[in-house]
């Protein structure tokens, strides 16, 4: 997998009992799908592996980054990237403590990948996981249609059960 990146930022607690993936967002659904984990689906010894994918600003493949370049080119890209990891290491901190206030022991991963689908998979298989729980985009009719969405990619081509929470405004 070409240009794919994945960091850990840490771990957590006790590595026993069931091995769940959790795809983590910024946003209120992924919040209340965490929620709804802990309150229906949460087993004792339980261990939660976040991973939290940026889909990267630029695309390595059409264009080549060099050092001729000139800075008013290129921007701050070394910065915005510097940035993209360092929210991406506070969210899975953020995760990691819901969790250990759970009393599940958990782990997070910042992976960097321009399919956020294939990403979660990669991971599943590399962290052995039995299991991928994750919100739903929230997207429109349409939007999943014409443009599809990770949640799809994820149920049509996983290899372990997926469970897709669809969670309302409280």
Known sequence: MAGAKSEEIQVSGR????????PIDNSENCVRAFRWYLRYVKKPGDFIVFIHVVEPAYS?????????????ILGDLPGAVEEI??????????????????????????HMETKPG???LTSAKKHSVD??????????????????SVSDYVVHNS?????IVHTEKD
């Open 15 to 22: 590595k026993e009992g069931r091995r769940i993936l959790f």
């Open 159 to 163: 290899t372990i059960p997926v469970v």
């Open 60 to 72: 390595a493949a059409p264009v080549r980054i060099s050092s001729e370049f000139p800075p008013q």
């Open 131 to 148: 299991m991928i729980v994750m919100g739903s985009g929230g997207q429109g009719f349409f939007s999943r249609v014409f443009l599809g």
């Open 85 to 110: 990891i360092k929210k991406g290491k506070a969210l899975g901190t953020k995760y990691m403590d819901l969790a250990n206030k759970a009393d599940l022991g958990s782990s997070a991963f910042l």
């Open 118 to 120: 294939r990403a979660i």
